[in-house]
C-alpha cells in the first residue's frame, strides 16, 4: 500500500494570510495527486488533480505542486468560506487508491 | 449534470450485510465508472472499491473478502454490498463518480452520504 502523509493535521490561519499544506507519498506517485475540500457534514469537493490542475470552477487561489513523493497544497489569500478539511488522494497505485489523513484549517 | 444519491438502511446489526445502493440521474449509469468511499464520524476518507463501465471491478485489498458490487442498468443505479459487518464499519458511506479528467484519475462528483450505524 501507498501510505499518504499529510502535515499538519491542523492549523490556525487568518483571513488573507497564505496557506500551505503538505502531503507525501511513501513511495513515488509521479503527479497522481489530487486534492479535495470537505466542509463538516458535507461531502468532498475536488480542488486539484494531477497535482497541479486547477479543477474547473475552482478560485486560482487554491494550486498544488509537486511530484514523486513530495507535494504541496497553497491557498495563496485565505477566504472566510476556506476554512474546512483538506485532503490529498494518491491515484498511481491501484487498487488502493488512499487518502491522506486531512488537514483541518481553522480561524485564528 | 450527473448526480448520484445513496439509498439504504441506517442501521444494520453486527454480523448481517451492508446493503447500498446510488441512483444515478442526469447520465447514464453504463457510462462512467463508479466508486464507493467511506468515512467514519471524526475520521478520514477510506476508498473501498471501484467498478468500470468495462465490468472491471478492483475492491480495497482490506475489505475485499466482505464486498459485493455491481450496477443495474435498468435501474440505472449501482450497489455496494458488505458482509459480516462489525462497530468498525459504521461510517458515512458516499457513491462517487470517478472520471478522468486529462487522464488523471479523479472523484468529481459525490453523493451527500448515507449515514449507516452497525448496532444491535
Known amino acids: 500500500d501507498v501510505q499518504m502523509t499529510q502535515s499538519p493535521s491542523s492549523l490556525s490561519a487568518s483571513v488573507g494570510d497564505r496557506v500551505t499544506i503538505n502531503c507525501r507519498a511513501s513511495q513515488s506517485i509521479a503527479k497522481y495527486l489530487n486534492w479535495y475540500q470537505q466542509k463538516p457534514e458535507k461531502a468532498p469537493i475536488l480542488l486539484i488533480y494531477g497535482a497541479s490542475g486547477l479543477q474547473s470552477g475552482i478560485p486560482s487561489r487554491f494550486s498544488g505542486s509537486g511530484s514523486g513523493t513530495d507535494f504541496t497544497l497553497t491557498i495563496s489569500s485565505l477566504q472566510p468560506e476556506d476554512f474546512a478539511t483538506y485532503y490529498c488522494?494518491?491515484?498511481?497505485?491501484?487498487?488502493?487508491?488512499?487518502f491522506g489523513g486531512g488537514t483541518k484549517v481553522e480561524i485564528k | 449534470q450527473v448526480q448520484v444519491q445513496e439509498s439504504g438502511p441506517g442501521v444494520v446489526k453486527p454480523s448481517e450485510t451492508l446493503s447500498l445502493t446510488c441512483n444515478v440521474s442526469g447520465g447514464s449509469v453504463s457510462s462512467f465508472h463508479w466508486s464507493w468511499i467511506r468515512q467514519p464520524a471524526g475520521k478520514g476518507l477510506e476508498w473501498i472499491g471501484h467498478?468500470?463501465?468495462?465490468?472491471?471491478?478492483d475492491y480495497s485489498p482490506s475489505l475485499k473478502s466482505r464486498l459485493t458490487m455491481s450496477v443495474d442498468t435498468s435501474k440505472n443505479q449501482f450497489s455496494l454490498k458488505l458482509s459480516t459487518v462489525t462497530a468498525a464499519d459504521t461510517a458515512v458511506y458516499y457513491c462517487v463518480r470517478e472520471w478522468y479528467t486529462s487522464g488523471w484519475a479523479t472523484f468529481d462528483y459525490w453523493g451527500q452520504g448515507t449515514l449507516v450505524t452497525v448496532s444491535s
Open positions: 488522494q494518491q491515484t498511481y497505485v491501484t487498487p488502493q487508491l488512499t
Open positions: 467498478i468500470y463501465n468495462t465490468g472491471r471491478i
